[in-house]
């Protein structure tokens, strides 16, 4: 059953939750995109880390099933290559293995049709709208009215959000679901793609603690990050609960039967 037929108080409560998650997801996406892409684009980095922390989400959440495989696949490949190879692991090859794991699962397990089939449209939708929202942001960095990486993550998670649910549903009807023969394919790059980003997340943890990052780009990134990321955790939820409620309140259409 569509959530979109669920009493009228439990829409409001689902909505406001699932927001909240959607903003404790992106927060950490965003800062660390951010801080990775800084010393290359400088403010330009606000806006390319919007665009991917805003296709990663919308991809994550709009896979559902197959979103959970390659959460599972990336945490299992990554810890297969750091423990009994910690001394001469490098990213590149737990990257690799949770890659080709995941397009084997995707080509090898039959998945709902609806996990994927949409998943490349609104992963476009995501990333458009976060590319938009993190390019006030850069502008406003260019005119040296820089925001906090807090007040940014409220904004993007608020902005992002309204925008990708008042243009998804358009997107996807033009695009059409993927043909059927299509989607084995699909499935393994989406699960490649999110195990890769799990995998990271993974191996920036053990970074933290055991130094195995021979490069130190991870644990520099998390470094430079690790002050800010709780109370930007904070604000994602705290943005995502107003947004969650405000798109329920002005009737914005819910987006899960796509």
Not at 98 to 125: D, H, I, W, Y
Not at 136 to 162: C, I, K, T, Y
Not at 214 to 219: D, T
Request: hydrophobic fraction near 60%.
């Amino acid at each position: 059953m569509s959530l979109a037929l669920l009493p009228v108080s439990r829409q409001l409560l689902i909505r406001t939750l699932l927001w909240a998650l959607i903003g404790a997801i992106y927060a950490p996406l965003f800062l660390v995109l951010e801080a990775l892409l800084a010393p290359a684009l400088g403010a330009f980095a606000l806006a390319v880390a919007g665009a991917g922390a805003g296709a990663i989400g919308a991809a994550y959440y709009s896979a559902r099933q197959v979103a959970l495989a390659a959460s599972l696949i990336g945490a299992l490949a990554t810890l297969f290559v750091l423990i009994p190879f910690h001394d001469q692991a490098e990213f590149w090859q737990a990257a690799l293995l949770c890659g080709g794991l995941g397009l084997a699962t995707g080509l090898l397990v039959e998945f709902p049709s609806r996990c994927t089939a949409n998943v490349p449209a609104k992963a476009l939708v995501g990333g458009l709208a976060g590319a938009v929202s993190g390019a006030l942001l850069s502008a406003l960095a260019l005119a040296g009215l820089g925001v906090s990486p807090l007040v940014a993550v409220a904004f993007l998670v608020s902005v992002n959000g309204v925008i990708y649910v008042a243009s998804v549903r358009s997107v996807v009807n033009a695009a059409g679901g993927l043909p059927r023969r299509w989607c084995p394919l699909a499935e393994g790059v989406v699960i490649g793609l999110v195990a890769i980003i799990v995998g990271g997340s993974v191996w920036a943890f053990a970074s933290t603690l055991s130094g195995y990052d021979r490069s130190g780009l991870f644990l520099q990134v998390i470094e430079r990050t690790s002050t800010d990321l709780p109370f930007a955790v904070a604000a994602g939820l705290a943005a995502g609960s107003v947004t969650g409620i405000l798109l329920e309140l002005f009737d914005f259409a819910w987006v899960d039967d796509l």
